[in-house]
């Protein structure tokens, strides 16, 4: 195949550093087609969100029939969903549609600390996604909220919780370890029956952390049709993110966290 389609499905940022803006980007920098399905638009900058939007989820439903029934998805990506209404029509539209890949990050907070996925909305992360994708890229606090549990302090209770995860139906956990106070950031892989598998890159110093996590999973959903197994893609998706972090400052983008630089390898 000459080319991989990969669809976003989520919500908007106008400053263009995470959501579905982010998730384009990093499609299109590791060789990706990228497609978007919108669940929200969000107004909302570096500094913070000032309102949501939700999208009907009925035209979220029209949207994806539309486009499925014409274009290929090779992977799909999800992303903030809003709302338990939301969610169900995602989890129908994958039933019906069978993308091969599917990873899901789910966005419950925003850097801010503005909350993007209604509390009353975890169960239904919990029943209708999670067994619905191929690979979920919680980070703790996520992690942590899908449990019901405090969240991990260091890398054996990251690996416990990502184990949690397999029992309550994930098929495969990138569980992310951005929020431990360690010289190095580590994320682990875990599958079920075989061990965990460090991903670890230095910590950059930078406060343009925007989007570092719509720009994981998006990195991972474009090369998981190019590689040949889960562990290659997060492993060279990781090594895009770092350095998408090195070059952080070399933007000027807002007052407050700005974006990463998802195309430091052209400009």
Not at 147 to 163: K, Y
Not at 173 to 200: M, N, Q, Y
Not at 239 to 254: K, N, P, Q, S, W
Request: proline fraction near 6%; charged fraction near 20%.
């Amino acid at each position: 195949m000459s080319s991989f389609n990969i669809l976003s499905i989520a919500g908007t940022d106008p400053s263009g550093g995470a959501g579905i803006q982010a998730d384009l980007k990093a499609f299109s920098a590791l060789g990706g087609y990228g497609m978007s399905v919108v669940t929200a638009l969000v107004a909302q900058t570096t500094t913070g969100v000032a309102e949501v939007h939700r999208v009907p989820p009925e035209f979220i439903t029209r949207q994806l029939d539309v486009l499925l029934e014409d274009v290929r998805a090779d992977a799909v990506k999800i992303g903030m969903l809003a709302d338990t209404e939301v969610i169900d029509a995602v989890a129908e539209a994958l039933d019906a549609h069978r993308p091969p890949h599917v990873v899901l990050d789910p966005v419950m907070v925003a850097k801010s600390g503005d909350r993007l996925l209604a509390a009353d909305a975890i169960g239904a992360v919990r029943a209708r996604l999670l067994p619905r994708a191929d690979l979920i890229t919680p980070n703790l606090p996520e992690a942590a909220e899908l449990l019901g549990v405090e969240e991990a302090v260091d890398t054996a209770g990251m690996e416990h919780q990502a184990r949690g995860l397999l029992d309550l139906g994930a098929r495969r956990v990138l569980i992310k370890g951005g929020h431990l106070d360690t010289a190095e950031s580590t994320d682990l892989l875990v599958e079920p029956g075989r061990p965990a598998v460090p991903f670890t890159a230095p910590r950059v110093a930078t406060k343009n952390t925007h989007g570092t996590g719509c720009t994981l999973s998006s990195a991972i959903a474009a090369l998981l049709p190019q590689r040949d197994g889960c562990a290659d893609a997060v492993r060279d998706a990781k090594e895009y993110l770092t350095e998408a972090l090195r070059r952080a400052d070399d933007l000027d983008v807002g007052a407050g966290k700005g974006p990463v630089h998802h195309f430091h390898a052209w400009w």
